[in-house]
């Protein structure tokens, strides 16, 4: 293993998970800067936010250092993954989290508000079937008020481009091998890391109860997500950004 965070504070493990992340995702920020320009464009620059699958936090802290006014409310299952977003975010009267499962049809009634300005989620609900994911936009009419945004940044890719997928997932395997070897850590090793923290070897033990190795979810199109989000109640929904492989799919309310 070429990177030690074990012992180290959360913001270490914020920044290890945030290159975890990026080895898969290199066009990560900008995707989050194309999100962030998106609430503020059409929701003000102090939005009510429900950073949806929030992982450790990545959306809620890049929106509240551009926006300080901005509140937010992250929620996961993950008992890992919250806890470096709680010891994180420790001490941030901006933000707070809510342990719950998205599948769960009753999982909204955790939430500490009604509705939101603009509800947020990147590279989470891959992990989702599309009958759950349906059901979820479903609740999300809802909870995004008249007005508001949902944006989900996820892999979305094309089916009917197989020659261009194939030519694509060639050249980004070879540029993760590339900087595998010069040291980046991979999903795989990153929770061997976390295991080793006494902090985060009992809640790293549930997440693997809870999940397995990784998502078994589907990968619709971004015409599939614009779609239900329409059938789900938002007036207007396409794709924002994409790259190769991915989509940042906004619905308005």
Not at 28 to 33: A, G, S, T
Not at 163 to 190: K, L, S, T, Y
Request: hydrophobic letters at 45%; proline letters at 6%.
């Amino acid at each position: 293993m070429t990177e030690t965070v074990v012992g180290a504070d959360w913001q270490a493990w914020q920044n290890s998970w945030d290159r975890q992340q990026e080895w898969y995702l290199p066009d990560r920020e900008e995707r989050f800067r194309v999100m962030l320009d998106m609430v503020e464009a059409l929701v003000g620059p102090a939005p009510r936010v429900l950073d949806l699958a929030c992982g450790t936090g990545s959306i809620s802290d890049r929106l509240l250092k551009r926006f300080p006014e901005a509140r937010s409310v992250g929620v996961d299952l993950d008992p890992a993954l919250l806890a470096i977003a709680e010891g994180y975010f420790e001490g941030e009267p901006r933000v707070r989290f809510v342990r719950a499962d998205l599948k769960d049809p009753r999982w909204t009634e955790k939430l500490p508000h009604d509705t939101y300005d603009a509800v947020l989620t990147a590279t989470a609900l891959h992990w989702l079937h599309t009958e759950d994911l349906r059901a979820l936009y479903g609740q999300l009419g809802t909870l995004v008020r008249d007005g508001g945004v949902f944006m989900n940044a996820d892999h979305m890719p094309d089916e009917g481009t197989p020659r261009i997928n194939a030519a694509e997932r060639v050249f980004r395997h070879a540029r993760m091998d590339a900087a595998q070897a010069a040291g980046a850590v991979g999903w795989a090793e990153w929770w061997q890391l976390a295991a080793a923290d006494p902090r985060l070897a009992a809640p790293t033990a549930e997440r693997f109860e809870i999940y397995g190795e990784h998502a078994d979810g589907d990968t619709p199109s971004a015409a599939w997500h614009a779609a239900v989000l329409r059938d789900a109640g938002f007036a207007e929904a396409r794709p924002v950004w994409a790259s190769p492989t991915d989509a940042l799919v906004l619905g308005l309310k």
